[in-house]
């Protein structure tokens, strides 16, 4: 079985500072990863999908195989980036197990 | 990406009744999943709802509390049945354009039980 680890909560920074929100996982196959965002009364949304290997809003994120993780980061970190930030792994059965998420707020 | 609608946006329903949540997808999609996020928790997913024919549940769930149905392309529900505090959530309905493509997410329903 699948699991998403996200250790921190709660993630409060201040605007232009770098931000990490770590993500691990467990799971014998061959994982897709994702990122998902939301922000104050709006639906989940995509950030990141890791088979894309792209920058949205300045975040990227990498998949590490051998650690089995995938860290979310900006180097610097904006005030609307402040939302509740998900880890998400699609198994090959197309389902998606989500992490407990972390909010960040970004300070000014 | 795929534009999600969902009815009731929220509703307050007495302990023992049933709610059916309709999910409405403006495109053919191939894949509908509903999730439950309890209060202060993260997304667990319900079932996988299958054009004709049955949902596939996950641990957990059962299709006499939570009936599901995917008449077409489009379109799902989710009932929940029989309700209890416990079940007081936001239901969310996902879909996936094709097999491998991204999960897109509807607004969700909040739903409060007395």
């Known amino acids: 079985a699948q699991r998403v680890t996200q250790p921190e909560k709660l993630l409060s920074v201040f605007k232009g500072a770098p931000v990490e929100l770590k993500c691990n996982y467990s799971y014998s196959g061959s994982p897709e990863l994702f990122w998902y965002v939301q922000y104050s009364r709006q639906r989940l949304q995509l950030l990141l999908r890791h088979i894309s290997r792209e920058s949205i809003k300045g975040f990227t994120a990498d998949l590490n195989k051998g650690e089995t993780s995938f860290h979310l980061k900006k180097p610097f970190a904006q005030e609307e980036d402040s939302a509740m930030y998900y880890c998400?792994?699609?198994?090959?059965?197309?389902?998606?197990?989500f992490g407990a998420g972390t909010t960040v707020t970004v300070r000014a | 990406s795929a534009v999600i609608s969902q009815k009731p946006s929220r509703d307050i329903c007495q302990r023992g009744t049933s709610l059916t949540i309709q999910c409405q997808v403006d495109s053919q999609v191939t894949m509908m999943f509903w999730y439950r996020q309890q209060p202060g928790q993260s997304l667990t997913l319900i079932a996988t709802a299958n054009q004709g024919s049955e949902a596939t549940y996950e641990s957990g769930f059962v299709i006499d509390k939570f009936p599901i149905s995917r008449p077409n392309l489009t379109f799902s529900t989710l009932t929940v049945s029989n309700m209890s505090p416990e079940d007081s959530s936001i239901y969310l309905c996902?879909?996936?354009?094709?097999?491998?493509?991204?999960?897109?997410f509807g607004p969700g329903t909040r739903l409060t039980v007395l």
């Open positions: 996902s879909v996936s354009p094709g097999v491998t493509d991204t999960q897109y």
């Open positions: 998400a792994l699609r198994s090959n059965d197309y389902k998606l197990s």
